[in-house]
T-cell receptor, first 107, second 115 residues
Framework: GQNIDQPTEMTATEGAIVQINCTYQ??????LFWYQQHAGEAPTFLSY????GLEEKGRFSSFLSRSKGYSYLLLKELQMKDSASYLC????????FGKGTRLHILP | NAGVTQTPKFRILKIGQSMTLQCTQD?????MYWYRQDPGMGLKLIYY???????DKGEVPNGYNVSRSTTEDFPLRLELAAPSQTSVYFC??????????????FGQGTRLTVV
């Protein structure tokens, strides 16, 4: 079966750092995606991890532990435009998404 | 390079009507996917395809059908529309390159209302 869990909502302050966690249990696994989705828009790609460890891309970093079935997305120097939903997704041939984490940024 | 194109952008259907949601990609991607997204929820996989002539069910296939006669096109068919199919539908594609994979690219979505 497929099960991907992430928190439903989080709140953080502009300029701060936030970590969004994701745990997954899937029958097949070849990598993990993080996508950002603003309300009313299509998802846009943030990061992809296939090996254990940290991938850094500017203000955004993503970590993967395959043995623990665990990933996180780290957002630094938060800006108001980072208010969005963040979707964790595990892939083999299929790409299965979690329910998304709605991030609210306070000024 | 248009990427992934979905048509129509909006549609209102009556219960029991049929329609086809179109999805075309011009990136020569072998993998294509259809998702639905209900308000405030994540994406649920309806069907996917790993190449022309090959399709498989996802998490929520009931009430839908697909075909993949070409690499570029992956239409989604609703035969007897029901109110439960009111949702936003997204098509996506990616090129499978094993561990060198990159992201799936999404179309802009089709907002479907069944009344």
């Amino acid at each position: 079966g497929q099960n991907i869990d992430q928190p439903t909502e989080m709140t953080a302050t502009e300029g701060a750092i936030v970590q969004i966690n994701c745990t997954y249990q899937t029958s097949g696994f070849n990598g993990l995606f993080w996508y950002q989705q603003h309300a009313g828009e299509a998802p846009t790609f943030l990061s992809y991890n296939v090996l254990d460890g940290l991938e850094e891309k500017g203000r955004f970093s993503s970590f993967l532990s395959r043995s623990k079935g665990y990933s996180y997305l780290l957002l630094k120097e938060l800006q108001m435009k980072d208010s969005a939903s963040y979707l964790c997704a595990a892939r083999d041939d299929k790409i299965i998404f979690g329910k998304g984490t709605r991030l609210h940024i306070l000024p | 390079n248009a990427g992934v194109t979905q048509t129509p952008k909006f549609r209102i259907l009556k219960i029991g009507q049929s329609m086809t949601l179109q999805c075309t990609q011009d990136m020569n991607h072998n993998y294509m996917y259809w998702y639905r997204q209900d308000p405030g929820m994540g994406l649920k996989l309806i069907y996917y395809s790993v190449g022309a002539g090959i399709t498989d069910k996802g998490e929520v296939p009931n009430g839908y059908n697909v075909s993949r006669s070409t690499t570029e096109d992956f239409p989604l068919r609703l035969e007897l529309a029901a109110p439960s199919q009111t949702s936003v539908y997204f098509c996506a594609s990616r090129r499978d390159r094993g561990q060198l994979d990159t992201e799936a690219f999404f179309g802009q979505g089709t907002r479907l209302t069944v009344v």
